[in-house]
C-alpha cells in the first residue's frame, strides 16, 4: 500500500510513527509511507539554513528526538549557543543545540554547493534510516518559502515578524491580523510530491496545524488541485480536540481567517477534497459539512501506542472509503 502524508512538525511526526506501526505497514514489506513536510517554518539563523518542521520529522522517524520537547535531539547541549549569546550573536530566544547544529550546518553547506532542498533532505533522510522503515520524506517545496505574522505594532500600524518569531518568541500572543507566505505564489511542489498524491492508495492529514502546516502545503501551486483530483480516499485527523489545540497555537492562527475554532471548521478548510474526517470523543455531536463522513475517538496520543491507534483508525475509515485500502488496525 502506498500512504501519503501532509505533515507539519510534532503532531505530525508522532502520528507518523504511530502509522508505521499499524499492521498495515509494519506487516506489508511492500508498503510505503511518503511524507510531505512543511517548509513554511524555515528560517536562516547565525548564516545556517533550519527547517523545523522536516528536522522534526527526520528525528522523530530516526528515534534520535527529544521526547519531551517533541523537537531537537535527545540529550543535546547548548555550548554553542551559549557562547553566541554571549557574544550578542542572536536571537537569544531560538535555541539551536549542538548536536542539532550539525543537520544545519550540513543542510546549509550542500545548499551552498547547489544541492536542492529535496536533494539535501534524501541526504539526511538516509543519514536516520529513514529508507529502510520504509519512509520517504520530501519537502513540500524546493522553492525557500517562509511565512510571516501581520501584527499591530506600537504607532497603530503593521508590522511583519517572521513566523518563529510569532510563534517562539511572543508564545502567538500577539493576536495576529494575517500571514503571508513569502515566495509562495512562485513556489513549485518538489519533486515527487504531485505524483506522491496522485499514485497513493490512501492520503492522510494528520493532527498539524490547519493553516501554517498543512495549509502551507496546500498553498503550494498544484498541491490542491492534485488532491481534487485524486481517486485515492483523503482522511484527515482533527488537531482540535473539543476545541481546543493539544498542544502549539492552532487556535490563535484560525482566528484571523474568521474560521471557526473546531473540528467543524478546520473540516471546512479541507472540503474540496476530504473524504472522511476523525474527532474527538467530545466533537461526536459537532455539525459537520454535508455528506462528510465522520467517527469520533479519543485523539489524545499519549504515547507512540496510541498514535498507531489513531493511525490504524484513520486507514480503517479509509477502507470504508475505498474497498481496495487494507483495513489498519486488524
Not at 52 to 81: C, F, H, N, S
Not at 205 to 211: A, C, D, E, G, K
Request: contains cysteine; negative net charge.
Amino acid at each position: 500500500m502506498q500512504i501519503t502524508v501532509l505533515a507539519g512538525g510534532v503532531g505530525g511526526a508522532r502520528f507518523v510513527r504511530g502509522l508505521l506501526r499499524t499492521p498495515a505497514v509494519a506487516d506489508d514489506p511492500g508498503s510505503t509511507v511518503t511524507v510531505v513536510g512543511n517548509t513554511g517554518d524555515d528560517i536562516t539563523l547565525v548564516g545556517l539554513r533550519v527547517c523545523p518542521d522536516l528536522d522534526t520529522l527526520l528525528y522523530t522517524l530516526g528515534g534520535g528526538v527529544d521526547e519531551e520537547q517533541g523537537w531537537g535531539r535527545a540529550g543535546d547541549t547548548r555550548e554553542v549557543k551559549a557562547e553566541l549569546d554571549a557574544l550578542g550573536v542572536g536571537p537569544s530566544w531560538f535555541g539551536l543545540g549542538d548536536r542539532d547544529l550539525g543537520t544545519h550546518l550540513a543542510r546549509t553547506r550542500w545548499l551552498g554547493q547547489g544541492l536542492s532542498l529535496s536533494e539535501v533532505t534524501d541526504r539526511l533522510a538516509r543519514r536516520w534510516g529513514l529508507p529502510e522503515r520504509q519512509v520517504r520524506l520530501l519537502p513540500a517545496t524546493d522553492t525557500p518559502i517562509e511565512t510571516h505574522v501581520v501584527v499591530d505594532d506600537e504607532d497603530g500600524g503593521e508590522r511583519a515578524l517572521h513566523f518563529q518569531e510569532w510563534w517562539v518568541r511572543h508564545g502567538a500572543r500577539l493576536p495576529a491580523r494575517r500571514f503571508t507566505v513569502a515566495g509562495l505564489a512562485d513556489a513549485a511542489p518538489a519533486p515527487g510530491v504531485l505524483e506522491a498524491i496522485r499514485s497513493a492508495d490512501v492520503v492522510l492529514l494528520p493532527p498539524s496545524n490547519p493553516v501554517v502546516s498543512i495549509g502551507i502545503i496546500l498553498g503550494v501551486p498544484g498541491v490542491r488541485e492534485a488532491l481534487r483530483g485524486t481517486r485515492a480516499p483523503v482522511v484527515g485527523v482533527s488537531p482540535l480536540l473539543g476545541g481546543r489545540p493539544v498542544r502549539g497555537h492552532a487556535d490563535a492562527c484560525l482566528a484571523p481567517l474568521g474560521v471557526e475554532v473546531s473540528a467543524a471548521g478546520v473540516a471546512g478548510l479541507y472540503a474540496d477534497f476530504l473524504g472522511g474526517w476523525l474527532v474527538d470523543d467530545a466533537d461526536a455531536d459537532a455539525t459537520f459539512p454535508p455528506r462528510l463522513p465522520v467517527r469520533a475517538l479519543d485523539l489524545l496520543m499519549r504515547d507512540e501506542a496510541g498514535a498507531a491507534r489513531i493511525a490504524g483508525a484513520a486507514l480503517d475509515l479509509a477502507a470504508e472509503l475505498s474497498p481496495a485500502v487494507p483495513v489498519g488496525d486488524r
